[in-house]
């Protein structure tokens, strides 16, 4: 307990191996402190997506990514 | 808001992003439409599948458009 | 095929059963329209949240509705 | 982005809203923090599970308190 | 592991417990027999919804039923 | 209906076709089954993650094995 679930971009080379036990540890503690419950059965799967595949407002990352480029 | 996530198969060489663009689009718009609220947040997620992966009724998509071809 | 995951706040009373319908329908529709495939198994998933537990930038959505009230 | 789902049981009375709120919050300036961006637009969702729909190893959560009290 | 997520409609009143376990324990057993790892670690989600809430080809399981009753 | 989503990590060259359809297989009539329904629209989704995105209390499946191999 719990499951977590990030839902990520892929960008400039993805996510290193690094951050993602930082964040994956990181969200794990904070639980674990929050609700003062053991984590040892916590599990965080990290989903990285294609900036072709995530869209806010109706636009993708990747357009939203080339708008901030030319600002 | 919302968070709207699309699990579809890989076929025919993939969704284009053309594909994906409208589809993205037309479903924050519908959204908004419907419920009269700004999607300027609304998230739509995109996941491809392998037909390997998916499966109806206990059969996977690429059994079943095996079948689809041989009718 | 596919499979789409609607997750939005319940506010207002929550989403009606005819908005339900329409956006089910309309994303239906549209994924059939745009991928020219049959969506007779297209499977649409409404999740209604709770205000406390849906959070943009850190922030409820209750605190974001109160911030927008106030303006 | 990006968008991160936490499904954990409803124990003890559920979450606070404070305790909902510090960790949506938590998460979010960790993942800005460990990949330097902006999370603005970063998605918290909490789902509560009833303890009998949360499993593991085959074993409610119901059941797994049960035994922990008895210990 | 594994996390597997079981979104059903809550029927008649919903699944009981017994059930939820039966399936539960199922699956755990079928995943690890057939990959032959353990699976003291394997979550399993139970997610019930609202027949208002779960559409398929554009039509909720409320209509379905319905026109399943006058046949 | 179901829609059960499976998430397992990717190991040894990842589950085999065969495995994949014996599990879906396994859930779909396990379902149908336990709740004396027809799973004819039941849909099976296999995400398989690599072993640096999934982790068990904090601990990444990559280093979990490592440590399995030394003992």
Do not use: W
């Amino acid at each position: 307990m719990p499951v977590i679930n990030v839902k990520m971009t892929k960008e400039d080379g993805g996510a290193t191996i690094e951050q993602k036990e930082e964040l994956s540890k990181g969200i794990t503690e904070l639980f674990s402190k929050i609700f003062n419950r053991s984590a040892s059965n916590a599990v965080v799967l990290i989903e990285e997506f294609n900036t072709d595949n995530y869209y806010i407002g109706g636009k993708s990352i990747t357009k939203i990514r080339e708008e901030q480029k030319l600002k």
